[in-house]
């Protein structure tokens, strides 16, 4: 008999000592906030905090509550990769190093860099055995084969002599890191809740499983990288899948931001416990706005993915806000900068940007109107989280469809009201009913 507690792998479980292989992912502002992530490490689970846009104090302070409530180390926290500010993710590592967190998500990373190899090889000793252990997990979220390759790798020679010559790593630490892989856990994320590469899990999944094996053979690693599966996951059903793919483990995201414990405003709890699969749409995002990077975002009783989307179509089709009808001005001032002009939000904006950008947008005046696009993208996503109800229709609400099957599944039952719903209370729920679904095929399948 298959139980909620015998899926995914137990060289997962173990590790992080959890009854189940599920973990929740982090999610920004502390939107997976402390509670969320005490919730689930007291429950049999792993829960990541959501750092992203919060303070190095505030991280500090989380780090030391989750230490203070929770026993064990099943708990990490989100690092997201920022090409303008590599000095904070200095400075979180070194947060991390020094308070023992033993566990960390690091997500839109596109190449390896020197401060996840460090936090990787900080402390690394070698076994009785002859064995190369790390002190520090790192799960790597991916979504592309040429992103996770690197991470399955050893650490580039010239990153650990880099580390070595900066005095980061010791000697010891830089010849064993060619014995353990980058990143010991590659979290696979097919279409998700915010950022995506809108990737089919069944199409990414077997093939970055091939990759991981391969790596591991050819390394010779004398531990496992485990795979997990995410995006698209609010059902047993699709859990049930990810694990008969041969997922170590699984990771939920959307679902979250509707618990009681998420850092989400209630006013939009609210809006997400009523959406459904298909009340979500894909729009640029404010970090990327200059490419075709899109996010997946709530589309139902808002206007933020329509006025996302022609900010967009408009910087594409001009070089310079000059260029613009009158039209096209007065709409953008009317209903997207609440009849701010374009000079006012830009003179607001170079109060607090880097002093490069501002530079730039002086000389470059498509770089100007990208600068003061963003502004919109900045303020919906604050607006949301800070539940400022009276911009609702430009909230910038980060979700997936996933949400939508979640409350098809608890439709009339009391989950249907979200005040019931507690993270690790939704997630035994999904495990133990993802493995009553496998029970009842397997049961099925024996008679046929
Ligand atoms: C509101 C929200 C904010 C998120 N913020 C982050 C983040 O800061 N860092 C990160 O790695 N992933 C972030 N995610 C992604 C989740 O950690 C998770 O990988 C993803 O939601 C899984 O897909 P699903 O939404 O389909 O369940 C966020 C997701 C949501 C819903």
Not at 80 to 94: F, G, Q, R, T
Not at 397 to 426: C, Q, W
């Amino acid at each position: 008999m298959i139980l909620a507690e015998s899926l995914g792998c137990d060289v997962y479980k173990r590790r992080h000592n959890i009854h189940y292989a599920y973990a929740t992912g982090g999610m920004y502002y502390g939107i997976a906030s402390q509670e969320l992530v005490t919730a689930m490490a007291n429950n049999g689970f792993m829960g990541f905090f959501g750092a992203g846009g919060l303070s190095l104090e505030k991280i500090e302070e989380t780090i030391l509550f989750l230490k203070d409530n929770i026993q064990n180390t099943n708990y990490g926290i989100n690092i997201l990769y920022n090409h303008i500010l590599s000095a904070k993710e200095s400075a979180i590592i070194d947060l991390l190093l020094k308070h023992e967190i033993r566990n960390v998500e690091a997500a839109s990373f596109p190449i390896v860099t020197p401060e996840i190899v460090r936090y990787r090889l900080k402390g690394a000793y070698r076994t009785k055995d002859g064995a190369v252990k790390s002190l520090n997990n790192v799960m790597a979220k991916v979504s592309r084969i040429e992103v996770a390759t690197p991470f399955m790798s050893p650490a580039p020679a010239n990153i650990i002599e880099e580390l070595l010559v900066g005095g980061k790593i010791t000697k010891a630490e830089a010849e064993m890191s060619c014995e353990i892989p980058v990143a010991n856990e590659i979290c696979i994320e097919a279409e998700s809740a915010g950022h995506t590469d809108r990737r089919v899990a069944n199409i990414v999944f077997p093939s970055m499983q091939k990759l991981r094996d391969k790596s591991c053979c050819e390394h010779k690693y004398s531990e496992k990288i485990c795979i997990g599966l995410a995006g698209g996951i609010g059902t047993p059903e699709a859990i049930a899948a990810a694990f008969v793919m041969g997922a170590d483990f699984i990771l939920t995201g959307s679902i979250n931001q509707c618990t009681i414990e998420s850092g989400t405003h209630p006013y939009v709890k609210e809006l997400l416990s009523k959406m459904g699969i298909e009340d979500t749409d894909f729009t640029p995002t404010g970090d990327m706005f200059e490419t075709d990077a899109k996010i997946q975002v709530l589309r139902k009783g808002v206007l933020f993915p329509v006025r996302a989307k022609k900010l967009q179509e408009i910087y594409n089709k001009y070089n310079s806000l000059l260029e613009l009808t009158s039209e096209e001005k007065n709409f953008l001032i009317d209903k997207i900068f609440n009849g701010k002009s374009f000079d006012e939000i830009y003179n607001e904006l170079k109060q607090y940007f880097p002093s490069a950008i501002v530079e730039q947008a002086e000389h470059d005046p498509k770089a100007k109107m990208a600068l003061i696009f963003k502004d919109y993208f900045y303020k919906s996503i604050k607006n949301a989280y800070s539940g400022n109800v009276s911009e609702k229709l430009n909230f910038q609400i980060h979700i997936g469809a996933a949400m939508g099957a979640f409350n098809d599944y608890v439709a009339g039952t009391e989950l249907a009201d979200h005040s019931k719903r507690s993270a690790p209370k939704i997630a035994k729920i999904l495990m133990e009913d993802a493995a009553k679904k496998l029970n009842a095929f397997y049961n099925g399948f024996q008679k046929n």
